[in-house]
T-cell receptor, first 112, second 114 residues
């Protein structure tokens, strides 16, 4: 069974701290996506990682992909309140060029 | 571009009624996806269109669900008859390609069936 597991599923942290969200998956893949969703809102694309070792950064967020370990991380540096949201990873199985398997999401609350 | 446009944003209907959700993808995008989001099951792909042709509808839960894409700028998802367990947020997403590398989601339609 294809599985994408995110952890933690819930994270409450203080502003200014660093933390990492993990995304493990059970299938071979060469595509991994990170999305952000604010409560009651749509999903916003953050990063698309297409190769082993890929690293992308935008502001205080940095995503990386290790296809051999089947692991992606989303690292938050010096968190600020505006980053409070739910973060999803999604994996594109190698045997499908349009299907995505979504993680359950990590709800991140950043306290002032 | 205004992005992916969905309507209505909210829909409350009685069990047994027909519901039609609408989506206008981003111009130039050839792939369109309908997703359903619930707390219990997360995000599920319902159907995928490429160049207006349904490619994979294996995620459509039952025959009560149907989707069409009559042209490149419009798609509908219909539920007939609706049931309370259909209550969810339905998202439409469009992409330049089937790999979802430049994909954008609409604002979603929150459906409540009472």
């Amino acid at each position: 069974e294809l599985k994408v597991e995110q952890n933690p599923l819930f994270l409450s942290m203080q502003e200014g701290k660093n933390y990492t969200i993990y995304c493990n998956y059970s299938t071979t893949s060469d595509r991994l996506y990170w999305y952000r969703q604010d409560p009651g809102k749509s999903l916003e694309s953050l990063f698309v990682l297409l190769s082993n070792g890929a690293v992308k950064q935008e502001g205080r967020l940095m995503a990386s992909l290790d296809t051999k370990a089947r692991l992606s991380t989303l690292h938050i540096t010096a968190a600020v309140h505006d980053l409070s949201a739910t973060y999803f990873c999604a994996v594109g199985p190698s045997n499908s060029n349009y299907q995505l398997i979504w993680g359950a999401g990590t709800k991140l609350i950043i306290k002032p | 571009d205004a992005g992916v446009i969905q309507s209505p944003r909210h829909e409350v209907t009685e069990m047994g009624q027909e519901v039609t959700l609408r989506c206008k993808p981003i111009s130039g995008h050839n792939s369109l996806f309908w997703y359903r989001q619930t707390m219990m099951r997360g995000l599920e792909l319902l159907i995928y269109f490429n160049n207006n042709v349904p490619i994979d509808d294996s995620g459509m839960p039952e025959d009560r669900f149907s989707a069409k894409m009559p042209n490149a700028s419009f798609s509908t998802l219909k539920i007939q008859p609706s049931e309370p367990r259909d209550s969810a947020v339905y998202f439409c997403a469009s992409s330049r390609d089937r790999l979802f590398t430049e994909a954008f989601f609409g604002q979603g339609t929150r459906l409540t069936v009472v």
